[in-house]
């Protein structure tokens, strides 16, 4: 059964930057897209970004457009999240999980599975 761990989360000052791991085990993930989501206190789970099976399309919700880049190492099963111009908002736990397919479609956290534990991102001064 795919599994992830999700690593690389912390405290950051407003405008910094922090990269977050998610690596796979137990099934070979570069069958799947991989998505990461965010949820913060008393809000829903949202779609931060996905990446298709082959890296060829990647997806980002706007509010992070320009700041984050997601990239996969389909050889060491690992997805990364790099995470630049962090604002308080982007304080939120952090969770990886795979589509249901090769591709991202809508990027609905619905649509994901096999969903790690998350990385607990804190962006405060």
């Known amino acids: 059964q795919l599994q992830f761990v999700e690593s690389g989360g912390g405290l950051v000052q407003p405008g910094g930057s922090l990269r977050l791991t998610c690596l796979a085990s137990?099934?070979?993930?570069?069958?799947?897209?991989i998505g990461w989501f965010r949820q913060a206190p008393g809000k829903e789970r949202e779609g931060v970004s996905c990446?298709?099976?082959?890296?060829?399309?990647?997806k980002y919700t706007d509010s992070v457009k320009g700041r984050f880049t997601v990239s996969r190492d389909n050889v060491n099963y690992t997805i990364y999240l790099q995470m630049d111009s962090l604002k308080p908002e982007d304080t939120a736990v952090y969770y990886c999980?795979?589509?249901?397919?090769?591709?991202?479609?809508?990027?609905?956290?619905?649509?994901?599975?096999?969903w790690g534990r998350g990385t607990q991102v804190t962006v405060s001064s």
């Open positions: 990446i298709s099976s082959s890296g060829g399309s990647i």
């Open positions: 137990g099934f070979p993930a570069d069958y799947y897209a």
């Open positions: 999980a795979r589509g249901l397919r090769d591709d991202c479609g809508s990027m609905r956290w619905l649509d994901f599975r096999s």
